[in-house]
């Protein structure tokens, strides 16, 4: 293992410009991958925040006591898809609609608003069929009038979750597979470069493992320098669109932390697809 880790350490030092392109070009294609998830992970957590604003509000009759109301909260608190109860006053819905609809006051002077109940439901509970199916359930107490959720809102809004996380697997495998094929021909490069010396180990006696194993570690080490730069590249344009643009998320540590992995695990496995193909010819 000494004498494999002294090779792979040499190869850097025999052919520095060829590491180098190697390096820069694992790095570039993790960058691309990277941005990408980039738009995937800040995308996921805007609908996310969007979701949670989903909630239904189911109006009162007038004249309903504030005591049943509290009684169906107790109820409806019982749904398993229910997050938070809450019970608005009339006169609380008033002046509330004077704030956010200010422009209308003049008309709500002398109109009385009716009370409601506005319920927020848990993550993962908000499908429209969860989302209707907790309206119908409400609709049973004898004092609701009317429930309100904004069904096509929520519709179009699932409908778009759905679609941008087809079309993020969709993308994402396409952007890992040309990451994987430039990495594959950027080590091959390098494993060519050194068909001769392959060739001499062979001739001498040298077993396959020992000559696999200096290429290995070669191609683990240039992954995970190519994953750090990567990842420093990605941090470096979180910063300047964050100040230029929009507020983005950068990943959170173990995703961070799965990137540097990822580029350990292609620069290993390129160099060990590599290598054996050297290997067959010899």
């Avoid at 180098?20 to 995308?43: H, R």
């Avoid at 002046?95 to 200010?102: D, N, Y």
């Avoid at 009038?145 to 904004?150: E, F, S």
């Avoid at 495998?173 to 490069?189: D, K, L, S």
């Amino acid at each position: 293992m000494r004498l494999a880790l002294r090779e792979a350490l040499l190869a850097f030092r025999r052919a520095p410009l060829l590491s180098v392109l190697s390096v820069t070009t694992i790095a570039v294609s993790l960058f691309a991958f990277g941005l990408f998830g980039l738009v995937a992970v800040n995308l996921r957590s805007a609908l996310q925040r969007v979701e949670e604003r989903v909630e239904v509000r189911a109006f009162l009759a007038e004249g309903t006591p504030a005591d049943a109301a509290a009684a169906a909260i107790a109820d409806i608190l019982v749904f398993p898809e229910v997050a938070t109860a809450e019970y608005v006053t009339p006169e609380r819905a008033l002046a509330r609609a004077r704030t956010e609809l200010g422009e209308f006051e003049d008309v709500f002077e002398a109109g009385v608003l009716p009370g409601s109940i506005e319920l927020r439901l848990r993550e993962g509970q908000r499908a429209p069929a969860t989302v209707a199916a907790v309206a119908r359930r409400l609709r049973t107490f004898p004092f609701v009038d009317d429930v309100r959720y904004g069904a096509e809102w929520v519709e179009k809004l699932y409908r778009l979750r759905t679609i941008a996380t087809v079309a993020g697997l969709a993308l994402g495998a396409a952007f890992a597979a040309v990451a994987v094929i430039i990495i594959g021909t950027t080590i091959r490069m390098t494993v060519l470069a050194r068909a001769r010396e392959i060739s001499l180990m062979r001739l001498v006696g040298a077993t396959d493992g020992f000559i696999r194993l200096p290429f290995l570690l070669e191609g683990l080490a240039k992954g995970v320098l190519g994953g750090g730069l990567a990842l420093g590249l990605l941090y470096i344009a979180t910063r300047v669109i964050s100040a230029q643009l929009i507020e983005v998320t950068f990943f959170d540590p173990p995703l961070a932390a799965g990137g540097v992995l990822a580029g350990a695990l292609l620069g290993f496995v390129g160099s060990a697809v590599s290598v054996g193909r050297q290997l067959r010819r010899v």
